[in-house]
């Protein structure tokens, strides 16, 4: 028995040496990878040259590779990192065909690139995926969304546009901050770290404060103090999870919603804390004109957008079956109409204020929370 394990312990030392495995054993060739990326002249405002650098991985074992380039605006080409000149604004699908020689395949990589317009004119709207901030014009076309740079989050569900200083305010819930911009991106930087779960975000341009939720309740900040940890509680002892909040500048009271249950209220001058509908939960409100506007939690699958009188009374609905608890709700006072998210189907949907005429104004390819909508341009 001794023997045959001393045996059998020189067998595995030898395979450790040797590898035991079958050098003539037929290894399949690494599979072609298309991918490419590029820049865009002129700020992306058309007429725009758009530079693409070829990154595709080509092993050698699969021969030689072509490459053949489709611009999306019925122009192609065939080198290997060609430039093309969009003259006209619009958002182009590029897709690029890796084929080659020996291994015979043929792989595509498809990717959308917006070339703006320098004429359009519109309202501003923004919202986040979660993880970066988009931004496009309401008017009559078609929106296009793009990336607004340099913003970042880690999971961002609340915005809010201080519109007298044209800046982004926006929650992110998983690092505990609120973040500040300009609307082009520049200049983003902490504003406010330590915050405990922060979704919603509310400005009170009388006071120049900012308000946002915790977990617990609701704290306040100054907009000039710039000392990111500078905050006081304006609300406590809320357990159900406060999200969404709103101001009611003209009668100087602050509306919430909590995720868990209860829309609330309170004044600005911390006075007259009220449950106006204790058993609605939901994830946003909005203040417009003198009533709010609330999504309330059915059940699974079916969330309602509700608007009700700055009291509570007179509820009606505005939109049913609605997929997932919204973080977003907006109002474009130029053409009087609602905007909400529904993040089952990562679609932005508008309305009339009473829920007429419901349309699909935008879909992304993620979610779309802390909707926002400027003054028109």
């Not at 709207?125 to 988009?134: A, N």
């Not at 505990?176 to 979704?199: A, C, H, M, V, W």
């Not at 349309?359 to 003054?375: H, L, N, Q």
Request: charged fraction near 20%; charge should be negative; proline fraction near 5%.
């Amino acid at each position: 028995m001794k023997r045959l394990q001393i045996l059998i312990l020189f067998a595995l030392v030898f395979c450790l040496v040797h590898s035991c495995g079958d050098d003539d054993f037929p290894v399949p060739p690494a599979s072609t990878v298309p991918q490419f990326d590029y820049t865009i002249d002129n700020d992306e405002l058309a007429p725009a040259t758009v530079t693409f650098t070829n990154t595709s991985i080509v092993p050698t074992t699969v021969g030689l590779a072509s490459f053949t380039w489709n611009f999306g605006d019925g122009e192609s080409s065939t080198e290997e990192n060609p430039s093309h000149l969009y003259e006209e604004p619009g958002a182009y699908a590029v897709n690029l065909v890796v084929t080659t020689s020996e291994s015979l395949e043929i792989r595509q990589a498809t990717k959308t690139i917006v070339i703006k317009d320098p004429n359009a004119t519109g309202v501003p709207i923004y919202f986040t995926d979660g993880g970066q901030v988009y931004e496009s014009l309401i008017n009559t076309t078609a929106p296009i969304f793009t990336q607004v740079p340099n913003i970042a989050a880690q999971s961002s569900y609340g915005m809010v546009m201080d519109t007298l200083n044209m800046k982004l305010y926006i929650s992110d819930y998983g690092a505990n901050k609120i973040y500040r911009s300009n609307l082009d991106g520049s200049n983003f930087e902490d504003f406010r770290t330590g915050i405990d779960q922060p979704n919603g975000l509310t400005i009170d341009y009388q006071e120049n404060k900012i308000y946002w939720d915790t977990s617990t309740g609701i704290q306040r900040g100054d907009i000039d103090n710039t000392d990111v940890t500078q905050k006081e509680d304006f609300v406590t002892g809320q357990p159900n999870d406060p999200d969404g909040l709103d101001i009611d500048l003209v009668n100087r009271k602050l509306y919430w919603i909590n995720y868990n249950g209860g829309v609330w209220s309170k004044n600005l001058d911390e006075t007259g804390q009220v449950a106006l509908l204790p058993t609605v939960e939901g994830g946003s409100i909005k203040v417009i004109g003198n009533r709010i506007y609330y999504d309330e939690y059915v059940g699974s699958g079916d969330i309602r957008l509700k608007s009700a009188n700055l009291d509570g009374s007179g509820v009606s609905t505005v939109a049913v079956g609605i997929g997932r608890v919204i973080y977003g709700i907006a109002y474009d006072a130029e053409n009087q109409k609602v905007y909400w998210g529904d993040r089952a189907t990562d679609v932005m949907m508008r309305a009339n204020l009473d829920g007429s005429s419901p349309e699909v104004f935008y879909t992304a390819s993620g979610d779309t929370r802390g909707i926002v909508i400027g003054k028109q341009q």
